[in-house]
């Protein structure tokens, strides 16, 4: 039984994620968009490290998306 109240996947901690058509299949060549669900903010990645930068960043400003480059 989970006593927490809070949602274990949280709306605000959604996005979708769209691969560009010519991502490949490896760290450097992996490109696309992600979307924040609840503000429709979108980010372009070019790269693996840089989707995974993208998502950590946002990991830092719980409450909203953060602006470009800031946490």
């Known amino acids: 039984m989970n006593l927490d109240a809070?949602?274990?996947y949280p709306v605000g901690r959604s996005y979708v994620l769209k691969l560009h058509r010519d991502a490949a299949a490896s760290p450097t060549g992996?490109?696309?968009?992600?979307e924040h669900l609840a503000s429709g903010l979108t980010r372009e990645f070019d790269s693996g490290p840089e989707l995974l930068a993208l998502l950590a960043a946002e990991l830092e400003c719980p409450q909203a998306p953060?602006?470009?480059?800031?946490?």
């Open 6 to 8: 809070r949602a274990t």
């Open 30 to 34: 992996l490109a696309g968009r992600i």
């Open 66 to 71: 953060c602006e470009a480059g800031q946490p």
